[in-house]
């Protein structure tokens, strides 16, 4: 019999997903303003038959203290990801298309209208990813001083899909007649307009002023670790990018919210989850081993440090680096990426490192691979065979370094070992998942209202 195939994903960071890629030899300046460098990657990974390629998002130049952030590329100087994608979409035909909308900052009309004309352009390979936005440096670009209590940006994530899938679903298939002869633009009868009522949204009588979509409606993901996070992807995900520093995280996270899926009258299989991996290969393990110390290196001991305070929300500027981190100066809870908190915290508490050795420990939520060919295909094959994922995401250190190794060098081994396509057998991103094509009105009877 056959065997199952994994899916594949990964983020885009063309400066490279680690702090000291920016600064490597391998890298090339300004590349996350460069349209060229977007083509090349999702050439590149469409050339390796990935599912999907992903522009995360932070609608924020993290600026204070200036000195430290003046050493920082974490989303500093970027394309906006929809305009980016629409750019790869032109010079791509297979690969899935994601990005990251936050629903804090846009209003469902925009991101409902946005993600749809992308998934028209692509020809059915849109995917939004959905978060609450985790930085209180982007409440600042819209009038606000901090981010809104995790609980309560969480309600509004709740409400703002279900109102995007309100306007995704506003017309029936086949509503635009086009009768030239009768003088008929649209069958009145398939347009249904949204009612919806809630904390946060008021739409009476509002509509998407755009067709049904090639997929019926785009993918959704999500990447939230918190309990909201989770319970948020559980009903309304098609995909979730998964923490997991091993394989028994990754393996808990998944069971988890696989195990929530039946309470919304969902099968395991409508919901992928693809586990997040950094990972470096080379064809030998040291010089895999090399890279990364390499990049290591070029991390500057202000980022190390700042690395840490942004992700444990409090300011460590009066610590060295051998400096242990006092558990008293910490907030109580996380508001911003609370599953990253938590983690430095329990570190903290169980092991006490140094400031130094917890920003070298500061993966956020991923591991990093190192290895050969097969040493990676062997991690990964038994990460899927655990059930721990259905499929990756990847960072990678170097870009499009990174990518275009693994493309080489391990897809055609996890090929061989039968564990990933040889070809792509469908047009949309939701073929490739093998997710099924929704009616756009699929949820919206039961939606709002
Ligand atoms: C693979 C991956 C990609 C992510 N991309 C983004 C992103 O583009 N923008 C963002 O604000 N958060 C991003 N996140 C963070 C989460 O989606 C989420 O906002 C964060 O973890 C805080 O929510 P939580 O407290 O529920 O975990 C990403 C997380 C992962 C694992």
Same mark, same amino acid.
């Given at each position: 019999m056959a065997r199952e195939h994994m899916h594949l994903a990964f983020s885009a960071h063309l400066s490279g997903a680690h702090q000291g890629s920016w600064r490597d030899r391998a890298t090339r300046?300004? /590349?996350d303003v460069d349209v060229r460098s977007f083509h090349e990657i999702a050439q590149i990974a469409e050339r390796g038959l990935f599912d999907l390629v992903f522009v995360a998002d932070s609608p924020a130049v993290r600026s204070e203290p200036r000195e430290v952030y003046s050493r920082i590329q974490h989303f500093t100087n970027v394309l906006e990801p929809l305009t980016a994608l629409t750019a790869m979409a032109a010079v791509t035909s297979r690969i899935g298309l994601g990005g990251t909308a936050s629903t804090s900052f846009y209003e469902p009309f925009n991101v409902g209208r946005l993600f749809a004309s992308l998934d028209h352009i692509s020809g059915g390979r849109a995917a939004w990813n959905v978060v609450t936005t985790a930085t209180d440096f982007a409440a600042k670009n819209f009038g606000l001083d901090r981010m809104p209590a995790h609980a309560d940006r969480y309600r509004r994530a709740r409400e703002f899909i279900e109102v995007v899938l309100g306007f995704w679903g506003t017309w029936e298939d086949g509503a635009f007649l086009y009768d030239k002869e009768g003088g008929r633009l649209f069958d009145p009868d398939k347009l249904h307009p949204l009612e919806y009522s809630g904390e946060f949204f008021q739409i009476k009588g509002g509509a998407l002023n755009l067709e049904p979509t090639p997929q019926g409606r785009p993918v959704v993901i999500q990447a939230g670790a918190s309990e909201a996070g989770k319970a948020l992807a559980a009903e309304t995900a098609d995909v979730v990018f998964g923490v997991g520093k091993d394989i028994a995280t990754a393996k808990a996270f998944y069971d988890d919210v696989k195990g929530r899926l039946r309470s919304f009258g969902r099968g395991e299989s409508s919901l992928k989850i693809l586990s997040g991996v950094s990972l470096i290969v080379k064809p030998t393990k040291a010089e895999a081993e090399d890279t990364l110390a390499r990049l290591d290196g070029l991390v500057h001991d202000d980022v190390l440090r700042q690395g840490v305070?942004?992700?444990?929300?409090?300011?460590?500027?009066?610590?060295?680096? &051998?400096?242990?981190?006092?558990?008293?100066?910490?907030?109580?809870?996380?508001?911003?990426?609370?599953? #990253?908190?938590?983690? @430095?915290?329990?570190?903290?508490?169980?092991?006490?490192?140094?400031?130094?050795?917890?920003?070298?420990?500061?993966?956020?939520?991923?591991?990093?691979?190192?290895?050969?060919?097969?040493?990676?295909? &062997?991690? @990964?094959? %038994?990460?899927?065979?655990?059930?721990? /994922?259905?499929?990756?995401?990847?960072?990678?250190?170097?870009?499009? %370094?990174?990518?275009?190794?693994?493309?080489? @060098?391990?897809?055609? %081994? =996890?090929? *061989?070992?039968? =564990?990933?396509?040889?070809? #792509?057998?469908?047009?949309?991103? *939701?073929?490739?998942?093998?997710?099924?094509?929704?009616?756009?009105? /699929?949820?919206?009877?039961?939606?709002?209202?």
């Amino acid at each position: 019999m056959a065997r199952e195939h994994m899916h594949l994903a990964f983020s885009a960071h063309l400066s490279g997903a680690h702090q000291g890629s920016w600064r490597d030899r391998a890298t090339r300046e300004g /590349a996350d303003v460069d349209v060229r460098s977007f083509h090349e990657i999702a050439q590149i990974a469409e050339r390796g038959l990935f599912d999907l390629v992903f522009v995360a998002d932070s609608p924020a130049v993290r600026s204070e203290p200036r000195e430290v952030y003046s050493r920082i590329q974490h989303f500093t100087n970027v394309l906006e990801p929809l305009t980016a994608l629409t750019a790869m979409a032109a010079v791509t035909s297979r690969i899935g298309l994601g990005g990251t909308a936050s629903t804090s900052f846009y209003e469902p009309f925009n991101v409902g209208r946005l993600f749809a004309s992308l998934d028209h352009i692509s020809g059915g390979r849109a995917a939004w990813n959905v978060v609450t936005t985790a930085t209180d440096f982007a409440a600042k670009n819209f009038g606000l001083d901090r981010m809104p209590a995790h609980a309560d940006r969480y309600r509004r994530a709740r409400e703002f899909i279900e109102v995007v899938l309100g306007f995704w679903g506003t017309w029936e298939d086949g509503a635009f007649l086009y009768d030239k002869e009768g003088g008929r633009l649209f069958d009145p009868d398939k347009l249904h307009p949204l009612e919806y009522s809630g904390e946060f949204f008021q739409i009476k009588g509002g509509a998407l002023n755009l067709e049904p979509t090639p997929q019926g409606r785009p993918v959704v993901i999500q990447a939230g670790a918190s309990e909201a996070g989770k319970a948020l992807a559980a009903e309304t995900a098609d995909v979730v990018f998964g923490v997991g520093k091993d394989i028994a995280t990754a393996k808990a996270f998944y069971d988890d919210v696989k195990g929530r899926l039946r309470s919304f009258g969902r099968g395991e299989s409508s919901l992928k989850i693809l586990s997040g991996v950094s990972l470096i290969v080379k064809p030998t393990k040291a010089e895999a081993e090399d890279t990364l110390a390499r990049l290591d290196g070029l991390v500057h001991d202000d980022v190390l440090r700042q690395g840490v305070a942004m992700d444990l929300e409090t300011d460590l500027s009066h610590l060295s680096l &051998d400096d242990h981190v006092p558990a008293s100066i910490l907030p109580k809870q996380g508001n911003l990426h609370t599953e #990253y908190f938590n983690t @430095l915290v329990t570190a903290i508490r169980e092991k006490n490192p140094t400031l130094r050795e917890l920003g070298r420990m500061n993966h956020r939520g991923n591991d990093t691979l190192l290895g050969t060919p097969q040493q990676i295909a &062997d991690e @990964l094959e %038994e990460r899927f065979a655990a059930k721990s /994922a259905d499929g990756f995401m990847f960072q990678f250190p170097l870009q499009p %370094e990174g990518l275009s190794d693994f493309v080489e @060098l391990v897809v055609p %081994e =996890l090929q *061989r070992r039968g =564990l990933f396509r040889t070809a #792509y057998a469908g047009a949309t991103l *939701r073929d490739h998942l093998e997710l099924p094509h929704l009616s756009p009105r /699929a949820q919206t009877d039961s939606a709002g209202a």
